[in-house]
């Protein structure tokens, strides 16, 4: 039911088990999208707004194998009136998702994709949410889980990878270098793949964000949806995700994306910004450790993609990621590690020029707060011996 095309010679392959990239193309132009015969499929809106991402079966490259499937996705879409300068402000809190992070919908496709074709081990490199949902969601099944990640990893993202089991090699280098060693290792020993843009199928559970945007928005299209960026996959399923419900007549527009990046880790968006679009790589460094990369590989395709959306790119220093932390966790409730939390960043830099206060405007949190801590700035807090605090409250009461 869908056929792999090569993201810029257009070579279309058949989805056989193996088949990662193009063969004519280097490894970064090279990457693959899903395409499905959308001219003979009927989709109705036949969504629920509590069901988990593979109620979109049909949109999907794979058939559910695990007893996890069904909790994947389906996360709140929270509705916030005069917050922000904006009338209404839509917050899609994927640090809700099983692992704490957006990764488990790419995460879950992998793993049901590995028993598909039967295979044994899986691997994939990672600043550390794609690490924890990998190793969490697939501890139960009988493919062992071999997990690259620079030594920097945040604490409780290796506590998720030590608890669940995997194999772990935290590396001293930068996660760059980590992509490519598990690479060379992975692809060497025939494991199943799980890296960002590699696996072509992994953007189809990310878009799923898209449709579920959509579908608990009651079909309302948010005017722009504001999404952090690293490697470059997630924006892609975003826009890709927006684009195929436009394209099954589901919805009459789509929303324009805004990736927001980290001011020292802007490698996409440098690209972007000048065509035609050729990669380069750079060193990173943010705070917002899940987008801190300096050669996306998803580069080609997430261009593409946002061009063809007719979103865009923008930069926020760390400052403004760390106030946006606890910004949003004081306005909503919702904590956001600090990867989420530049979506809010970014809106705030564009409002009063591009982003008007009657925009719909969507926030899509990928990562839990919880996640990494280290990012918020703890205040020292004094200790009350019990007496001073009944003092100190009897002294208010009078």
């Known amino acids: 039911m869908y056929h792999l095309t090569c993201i810029t010679c257009k070579t279309v392959y058949k989805p056989e088990p193996g088949r990662y990239l193009c063969d004519h193309c280097d490894a970064l132009h090279g990457t693959l999208e899903v395409i499905y015969p959308y001219e003979n499929m009927i989709v109705n809106k036949e969504f629920s707004k509590s069901l988990g991402m593979f109620q979109f079966q049909k949109l999907l490259p794979v058939s559910s194998h695990t007893p996890l499937d069904d909790y994947i996705g389906g996360t709140p879409l929270l509705r916030f009136d005069n917050v922000f300068n904006q009338n209404v402000l839509l917050v899609k809190n994927d640090?809700?998702?099983?692992?704490?992070?957006?990764?488990?919908?790419?995460?879950i496709i992998a793993i049901n994709k590995a028993i598909e074709e039967g295979n044994d081990?899986?691997?994939c490199a990672s600043t550390g949410n794609a690490a924890s949902s990998l190793a969490l969601l697939n501890a139960h099944t009988d493919i062992k889980t071999t997990i690259f990640v620079p030594k920097k990893i945040p604490e409780a993202k290796l506590a998720q990878l030590m608890v669940a089991g995997a194999e772990i090699y935290?590396?001293?280098?930068?996660y760059d270098e980590v992509f490519d060693i598990s690479l060379d290792i992975g692809l060497e020993k025939k494991w199943y793949t799980r890296n960002s843009a590699v696996n072509p199928y992994l953007l189809e559970g990310k878009k799923t964000g898209a449709f579920e945007i959509i579908v608990q928005n009651d079909y309302v299209v948010p005017d722009y949806c504001f999404v952090g960026?690293?490697?470059?996959?997630?924006?892609?399923?975003?826009?890709?995700?927006?684009?195929?419900?436009?394209?099954?007549?589901?919805i009459d527009k789509v929303p324009k994306v805004i990736g927001v990046q980290a001011e020292h880790a802007?490698?996409?968006?440098?690209?972007?910004?000048?065509k035609p679009y050729i990669p380069i790589f750079e060193s990173s460094e943010t705070i917002a450790d899940s987008i801190s990369v300096g050669n996306p590989r998803d580069v080609i395709k997430a261009c593409h993609y946002l061009e063809k959306n007719g979103g865009k790119l923008i930069a926020v220093t760390d400052d403004q990621i760390l106030s946006a932390i606890e910004q949003l966790a004081q306005t909503t409730g919702v904590f956001s590690e600090p990867a989420g939390a530049v979506t809010l960043a970014g809106l705030l830099k564009l409002q009063g020029n591009e982003i008007?206060?009657?925009?719909?405007?969507?926030?899509?949190?990928?990562g839990n707060g919880l996640k990494d801590i280290s990012a918020v700035k703890l205040q020292s807090v004094k200790t009350y011996s019990k007496d001073e605090v009944y003092d100190y409250f009897e002294k208010r009461l009078k």
């Open 229 to 250: 960026v690293g490697d470059g996959t997630i924006i892609s399923g975003l826009c890709k995700g927006f684009d195929e419900f436009y394209t099954l007549g589901l």
């Open 170 to 174: 935290p590396i001293d280098a930068s």
């Open 95 to 107: 640090g809700m998702n099983f692992s704490g992070s957006y990764k488990d919908r790419a995460s």
């Open 121 to 123: 081990h899986i691997f």
């Open 266 to 274: 802007c490698t996409l968006k440098k690209v972007f910004e000048k």
């Open 356 to 366: 008007q206060p009657d925009d719909l405007v969507c926030l899509v949190i990928t």
